[in-house]
Each structure stands twice: as C-alpha cells, then as structure tokens.
C-alpha cells in the first residue's frame, strides 16, 4: 500500500489554483484588462457596502443550502440533477404559503420556509422513486423534473398568480411584508434567519456525514451499493433517504429565494444555484466543510464580475468562465494525483 | 501453415496466468484445450485474439510473427475469436451486425454486405434474413453469424471459448459439424472446454492446462481418465476427520426452483443439519451461485418451499433471511462484501450489533483493534478495506459476521489465499461448525471439496446430477462428474 504525503496531497490542490489563476490573467489580458485591476473590482464587486455584502451573502445561503443537501446524495452515489427542480418547487411552495397564510410573521415565514422544505422534499422523492423503483436513472429522471419544475414555475407567474392586470415573466406581485424574511436594517437584504439556516445546514449535514449511523450506511450504498445490501442495509430505503433530505435543504433554498431575495416567485427563481452547487460540492471533494468557504468564493466571482462589465466593459460571463476552468482544473489534478498513486503503487 | 505459440507469459499481479505457454498446431486441425475454471485458457485465448496484451512470448502463424495488440490487429493477421456470449448487436440488423467491425470505406453498402453473407453462408447451410433483427436469432444462429463474419473478415484461425453453454443439442450438432467442415478446409480451429465429452467427441488433439501451464497433450482418442488425472492432477483426501453430531436440520428446500438469468435450477430437494458441512461442485456458471442465492432470498424461488429452522422462507426478503441466522460471502470479497474506500472500523461498525444512531467512534476504533488483534488482520482499525491483501479481507469478512449463526453459505471460501490463509479461514469456519452451524459452501478445489465436506452435490447444466459422500469419494471420481461423466 501505499499513501500520498500531506505536501503532495496540498500540491494536488493548490497547483490547479495557481493554474486557474494563471489562465484568468490571460484571460483578461486577451480582453485588454490590467488584470489586478479586475481581481480588484471583483472583490469590491461583490464585498463593498454594507447592501452589497447583504446581498452577497443572501445569494451565498441558497447555494450554501443547495451544496450541503447534495453532498448527501453524492455520498450515497447519486447525481441528483433533479436538485434545481426542486429548489424551485421549494420557492413554489414557499410562494404559495406567503401568498395564502395569513396572520403575523412569526406564523407566515416559519410556514413558507416549511413549505418549501416540503415541496423540495416530495420534487426529489419522485425522483427517488423513478430510480429504486422503476429503475431510471437518477440523471434522466432529475432532468425531465427539472423542465416541469420550472415550467410550472412559468405557469404559475403568467397564469393562476399573474399581477394584476399583466402578466409578466418579470414575476408575481411582491408578497406582503409579514411574509418576507425580517433583514437587519432597511434597504439591506441581509437576515440573520437566512444565514442561520445556511450555517445550520452545513453543520447538519457535516455530523450527519461524520457522527451517524445514517451517514456511515449512506457511504456504504454509494461506494458499493452491492455490498452495503449484503451487509444487510435496506438500500433503496437509504437512497430515498438522502433524496429527501437533499430535497428539503433544496427547498429551503427555493423559500429563501422567494422570501429573502426577490420577494416574489419568479421564473429563474432557482437562481440556477442547483447546477452551481453540484460545481461547489465537486471542488469540496464532497466534504461540507469546505463548502462554506467554496460558495463563498463562486458568489463572490459571479456578483463582483457584473463590474467588470461597468467598469472595464468586459462581459460579465469572465467570473463564470474563470469559476469553470477553477472547478475543471482541480478535478483534473484530482484525476491526475489518483493516476499516479496507481501507478506508483503498480511500480511498488 | 501452422500456428506457434511459443513462450507465452502473463500475470494479474500475484497470478501468473499463462506461465511458459507453448503449443504448436497444424493446419486443418481441430485442437482442444482443455482444463479446469482458473488453469489460464480463456487469458490464453485473449492474448492470442488480441485482447489483452501478453508480457513476453510470441506466437507465428507460418513462421511470420503476429501482431496481436489489439482485436483488430488479431483478425487483421487471420485470428478470430467466437466469444462465450456471441459478440452480436441484438437491436441492429442481422447484416449491419455482419459489417460491423469490417475494415475500409466509411460508408455502409448493405446490399454488398448481404450478398457476401449469404456467398459465405450457403457452404455452411446456414439461412440469414439480413434485414431481420439480431434479437430474432437464437444463440446458435449467433454463432454462426459471427462465425461467417470472422471468416469473412479473412480469420485462419478461428477460436471458439466455451462455444456450447446455452445452445440446443441440436445447435450443438450442427455446430460441431460446421467446425469439422472448416477443419477440413485447411482451417485452424481450437476448441476451449472443460467439458472432457466434447473434446473427446470433437477433437483431433488436445492440450490441458492446469494452473497456467501446459500439462500436457494427446491425440484423441486417449482414455478419458488420462485427461482427468491431467486436469485436476493427483487429489490426495485426508481421511481423518473428527466425527461431529449433526443437530436438527436447519435447511431444508423442497421442490425449489430456482432461475437467474437465463440459468434455470430446477426441482432442488436437499435438507441440511446443524454442524453439516456441504460441498458444492461444479465447474463455475453450473448453478451452485444460484443455489446459494435461493438459499439467501437473493434469487427468488419460483416455485416450493425453503424452510431455515422450521420457518417456512419462499418469497421472504435477503433482509429476512439475516433475521434467521442465515449468513452468505460470496466470492468476490471486494465486489460483494466489503466497501471500497471504507475503513476497517467502519466496517465493524456497519456490521456490529450496535444499531444507535450516532456513532461512538472511540468505542468503534477500540472494538476494531480488539478484532484485528483477535483475527490477526494484518491492517490498521484506519485501513481501507481495497488496501488489505485478499487473506487479509477474506479475515475481515469473516470477523464481521455476526455470532450464532444458524447457517453459514459461502463462495469459494480460499480462493486466492495463500496455504496459511486458507487453513486460517477453514479453522474458523470449522469452529463454527462446532459451535452448531451448518456449512454450504461452493468451490472449484476438489481437494477442498473432499477435504471438508460431509457431502457433496454436484452441478452440471443447472441440475445436481449426483449426491455423493465424500468420505468415500476420490478426487478422479468427483473430476468424472464435474465434466458430466458417470465414473465407471
């Protein structure tokens, strides 16, 4: 047998940053852009201001929530794709609790995020049970509920909730006061609830990965789903387990995008912070711990670069760009490190 | 024009499959090679057909050096190879499977493709739809079509590895008289079996192997005890067994038919008693894994009943059967028992009596040590289950099962170990006997087989074709009736 060192293990990491790093100063000397300048107006994009850095991290709990519920499906083996579905199915339901619960806010916002946690929940149970019972898999299924999901969201914004008089794809009326997510000062939208959640949810899924049961058969089902049922774990089970809890933290997400950020239900009200989590949760190498930090950082790319695009006049999609090649990059040195343990242990 | 392997080896890491292979074959023959599941054959036939890649040896078709890197590059040099399950397309049609694979333009010409087919296949009486479907084709009319696509691909040496398991009586004939009719034409045909009536029927010469190496060789006819005795080599029982009580029985099927893919076990009727040790023989694919996983739950029965312990089981889940003291390690370790990238500890835990939702992990890491000291795993409690050499795993499965087991079904339970590991894994199985289970267990050591078992069944196509007592039982006997003879 043989093991990797801590210094090789850190170079695995830390060579494909300073690559990504590299490529972005190219990148933007291509567009014609002092490149320090840039990285400058990406962090003053996303952290300058008290509103602007509410802003920030009210986008980063939606993709904090997103990444922690699917780092419970990839470590049960399962690439749940359906996951954008069901943060807008979360942002649906938590739409329609803020719409039609009435009474003070202690009552309505508690019943929109409850909402939301269950519409995620029962969007990624279909999706379980297409997999373990009808046997499709789990990529397929979660893509096909992806296109309901949000085109119901459609449906819903110009039809049945349109605004009054217009029905516009800009969104449903703005819900009531009570039914939005109590920020820490005016024209920020900052709340502690919100943040709450997210560091919440981390902190759930990191000891329910580490310290239980659950999380040590979840492993077993999805390192070898053959063994873990010989070993006696009722497999399906485990599996429509992580589904669930993976849909609940969705749809947290979802009733925060609703009542925390737009205020409203939109269309994209995904944010498409789904796709961006299973991004996140790639480059953690599965472990919640790093989440955190991880999304921070994506955040932080995709917001400050809209200045790039008002200061610089390079197109915004530069963070996306960099973001990508980061996440490929590492995966790559990841593949790379794992080839040459085999070999070395081949040579040995 | 004559076929030279010369000096063939290679390994899988500790195996050394093909050690020092070297076979002549002329022209227009029609070779056998013979021998027991593991002697080599198939990873013989795979260097040759271009499959796998050998680590030194050549081989020479009329004295020229082939060059067998990959498939294509064997067909290219007239070395083809009909494959256990035909290589064909089931969804495409019968002559898009035909031009598969067929060098030069790019572009299909079907109807080029489907006169060849039939210029080709007429010799041979075979009759071809071209545009039918290749899932209409039974698996007999598979083979021919891959036979007649090889050949048409300009194959001089056609290999054929197992070519008779799933086919008719009647395909069998036919195709046997498609192969001689190929010999006759100056073809080199080598026939890969373990079953001795086949090539003896078949063949002019055979070769066996035996735990890679050729052992020897023969013209046919050559008395059959003379192959046998080559196959398994001289089987020497121990005889001096300590006598055990059996208790009541724990097992028993009646009627039980069992199916699994396209293997159907039929009209099973056996009972099994506390501290009975059964033996299951048979060449690998002859219904033992299944009859191990009907006696599991895994493989529903479809019809009879299974009772462990007075509990009648038909139709009662995996899960269930656990319930019941029924416990099963299957032969892949790593496959169908452990869990990559899983720690030792965490596999004491998954498996232990300790179901609580958190996980105490200083009681789990100390339980762990105490195990791996007890079953003198040579690991750590932080080992990852793949880093652990096969003996080592194959302790670990063991300690992981839980105690008082009622019965105790298992795989080739040393398959891989080394003389110290496998004696290790039998005292523990053994104390297990004492302590009142019962033993079912399936292996392809016929010296294991004598050595241990109370009984024996023997499997042949999907039957148990005989019962047998292995005190008074010879190593050549149970050789016979693996090949599906009756000894005389």
């Not at chain 1, 320090?36 to 509410?54: C, D, R, T, V």
């Not at chain 1, 006049?313 to 040459?340: E, F, K, N, P, Y």
């Not at chain 2, 057909?49 to 082939?66: A, H, Y």
């Not at chain 2, 499965?397 to 080739?412: D, N, R, S, V």
Request: hydrophobic share 50%; net charge negative; proline share 3%.
């Amino acid at each position: 047998m043989t093991t990797e060192s801590r210094a090789e293990r850190w170079g695995a990491i830390a060579a494909p940053i300073a690559l990504a790093v590299l490529v972005a100063i190219v990148l933007l000397l291509l567009a014609g852009a002092n490149p320090f300048e840039a990285f400058k107006l990406i962090g003053e994009g996303a952290f300058s201001g008290w509103a602007n850095m509410g802003e920030t991290l009210m986008a980063w709990v939606p993709l904090v929530l997103a990444s922690a519920g699917l780092i419970i499906t990839f470590n049960a083996g399962l690439w749940n794709i359906g996951i954008e579905g069901q943060i807008i199915l979360g942002g649906i339901a938590a739409s329609w609790a803020a719409r039609e619960v009435g009474g003070p806010g202690w009552v309505v916002v508690p019943a929109a995020i409850i909402a939301g946690a269950l519409g995620g929940m029962v969007w990624a149970l279909f999706a379980g049970v297409l997999k373990t019972r009808f046997k499709v898999n789990e990529i397929f299924g979660g893509l096909g509920l992806d296109f309901v999901a949000a085109s119901l969201a459609v449906y819903l914004v110009i039809g049945p909730w349109k605004r009054e008089g217009v029905a516009s794809t800009s969104g449903t009326d703005l819900f009531r006061d009570e039914a939005l997510l109590p920020t820490v000062a005016e024209n920020n939208r900052l709340s502690l609830v919100a943040i709450g959640l997210a560091i919440a949810g981390v902190i759930f899924v990191y000891y329910l990965m580490k310290g239980t049961m659950f999380g040590l058969r979840l492993k077993a089902v999805g390192r070898n789903v053959r063994s873990a049922f010989l070993l006696g774990i009722p497999t399906s089970r485990y599996m429509l387990g992580a589904f669930a809890l993976c849909g609940v933290l969705a749809g947290i997400a979802g009733s925060m995008q609703a009542i925390g950020f737009h205020f409203k239900l939109i269309p994209a009200i995904s944010g498409g912070y789904g796709f961006l989590g299973i991004l996140v949760v790639l480059l953690a190498a599965f472990r919640a711990a790093w989440i955190a930090p991880i999304a921070l950082f994506f955040i932080a790319m995709s917001r400050g670069s809209t200045q790039l695009a008002l200061r610089l006049d390079i197109d915004s999609a530069l963070g996306g760009v960099i973001t990508g090649i980061l996440v490929l990059l590492v995966i790559l040195g990841g593949g790379w490190q794992a080839r040459r343990l085999l070999r070395r242990e081949a040579a040995s | 024009m004559s076929l030279l392997l010369e000096n063939i080896h290679k390994r899988f890491g500790q195996v050394h499959a093909n050690n020092g292979i070297t076979i002549e074959i002329e022209e227009g023959t029609l070779h056998g090679l013979l021998g027991e599941n593991g002697a080599g054959k198939s990873t013989l036939m795979k260097v040759l057909s271009g499959f796998i890649d050998r680590d030194s040896g050549r081989v020479l078709l009329d004295g020229k050096e082939l060059d067998l890197t990959t498939p294509r590059t064997a067909i290219g040099a007239g070395v083809g190879m009909l494959h256990q399950d035909p290589l064909v397309f089931l969804p495409i049609s019968v002559v898009d499977n035909f031009l598969m694979g067929s060098p030069g333009s790019r572009l299909l010409n079907r109807a080029e493709g489907a006169a060849e087919l039939r210029k080709i296949s007429e010799p041979f009486g075979f009759n071809f739809d071209p545009e039918a479907p290749a899932r209409t084709l039974t698996v007999g009319e598979r083979q021919q079509l891959e036979i007649v696509r090889l050949l048409w691909l300009g194959a001089k040496v056609l290999i054929l590895d197992e070519p008779t398991t799933g086919i008719s009586e009647i395909q069998r004939v036919d195709l046997f008289a498609t192969l001689r009719k190929l010999a006759e034409q100056g073809m080199i045909v080598i026939f890969v079996s373990h079953k001795l009536e086949e090539v003896e029927e078949l063949c002019q010469r055979v070769t066996v192997m035996r735990q890679g190496q050729v052992v020897g060789e023969a013209e046919l006819p050559t008395p059959a005890e003379t192959l046998v005795e080559m196959m398994f080599g001289q089987i020497i029982a121990e005889s001096d067994r300590p006598h055990v009580e059996y208790g009541e029985d724990v097992l028993a099927l009646d009627a039980v038919t069992l199916k699994e893919g396209n293997l159907t076990v039929p009209d099973l009727s056996l009972s099994v008693a506390r501290s009975e040790v059964i033996g299951l023989a048979g060449l690998e694919g002859s219904g033992q894994r299944t009859f191990l996983g009907g006696c599991t739950g895994l493989v529903p029965a479809l019809s009879g009943s299974i009772t462990i312990g007075g509990q009648g089981m038909a139709k009662r889940h995996y899960r269930d059967f656990m319930r019941h003291g029924v416990h099963y390690l299957p032969a892949g370790r790593l496959e169908e028992g452990l869990v990559e990238g899983l720690t030792i500890t965490e596999h004491f835990i998954l498996s232990g009596e300790d179901k609580s939702f958190f996980v105490d992990w200083d009681a789990a890491r100390q339980g762990s040590q105490e195990n791996i000291d007890h079953f003198s795993i040579k690991g750590f409690h932080d080992s990852t289950a793949e880093s652990l050499s096969g003996g080592n795993q194959q302790r670990l499965l063991l300690a992981m099962m839980p105690p008082g087991l009622k019965l105790l079904l298992m795989e080739h339970p040393t398959r891989g170990l080394d003389i110290e590991s496998a004696d290790w894994v039998w005292t523990q199985i053994l104390a297990r006997r004492n302590e009142g289970t019962a033993i079912v267990f399936a292996s392809a050591d016929l010296d294991e087989l004598l050595r241990y078992s109370d009984r024996i069944l023997v499997f042949f196509n999907g039957r148990v074709i005989k019962e047998v007592d292995a005190r008074c039982t010879t190593g050549e006997q149970l050789g016979y009736l693996i090949g599906g003879k009756e000894p005389e």
